[in-house]
């Protein structure tokens, strides 16, 4: 089974501030997405990726920037941090773009 | 609006009996997914179809494209099954349902 681990777990920051959460899989999967869970909405893709150097914008990308730097690793960037930005983010890693498996979430609290 | 709707938003059952919960598309969907999202948040895959049934001890899952839906079936419900379960359709870009909160009540 797929390994995908986020760092770090929880995180809070001020509005304006920059945060970057990384994901990391294990699994040479070639697909990385990052979403965001918030009561009411369930979860909503962000940003996802099917290689290094890719990045395809998800449904709601406003706010948020991501960079895949290789087949492991993909970071999640907050430039100018909002109290809207909080919530609960996710990475997910599948092999071709299917079968999906979700790391253990990182909690963001921007005030 | 939202192109995946789940349904109910929330079901409680008693220790050993069962139920479905549903998913329906208002466009056509290549697969759809199941998870369990437990009580420490971590989210779980417990199904991939891109058509059919399949079967994995007390859950079942049903796909039919054509009609755009999709079901998963609890049987002999355990407390351990308690917990939020989401589906999600599509291929290589996903659409979440809002989940169904399922509570299982000794």
Not at chain 1, 50 to 74: C, H, M, S, W
Not at chain 2, 64 to 89: P, V
Request: include cysteine; aromatic fraction near 12%.
């Amino acid at each position: 089974e797929a390994a995908v681990t986020q760092s770090p777990r929880n995180k809070v920051t001020v509005t304006g501030g920059n945060v970057t959460l990384s994901c990391r899989q294990t699994n040479s999967h070639n697909y990385m997405y990052w979403y965001r869970q918030d009561t009411g909405h369930g979860l909503r893709l962000i940003h996802y990726s099917y290689g290094a150097g890719n990045l395809q914008i998800g449904d709601v990308p406003d706010g948020y920037k991501a960079t895949r730097t290789t087949q492991e690793d993909f970071f999640l960037l907050l430039e100018l941090a909002s109290p809207s930005q909080t919530s609960l983010y996710f990475c997910a890693s599948s092999d071709r773009g299917d079968t999906q498996y979700f790391g253990p979430g990182t909690r963001l609290l921007v005030l | 609006g939202d192109q995946v709707e789940q349904s109910p938003s929330a079901l409680s059952l008693h220790e050993g009996t069962g139920s479905a919960l549903r998913c329906n598309f208002t466009t056509t969907m290549r697969a759809v997914q199941w998870f369990q999202q437990n009580s420490r948040g971590s989210l779980i895959n417990l199904f991939y179809l891109a058509s059919g049934t399949k079967e994995n001890g007390r859950l079942k899952s049903t796909f039919n494209s054509k009609e755009s839906y999709s079901t998963l079936h609890i049987r002999d419900a355990q407390l351990e099954d308690s917990g939020t379960y989401f589906c999600a359709a599509g291929y290589q870009n996903f659409y979440f349902g809002k989940g169904t909160s399922l509570t299982v009540i000794p």
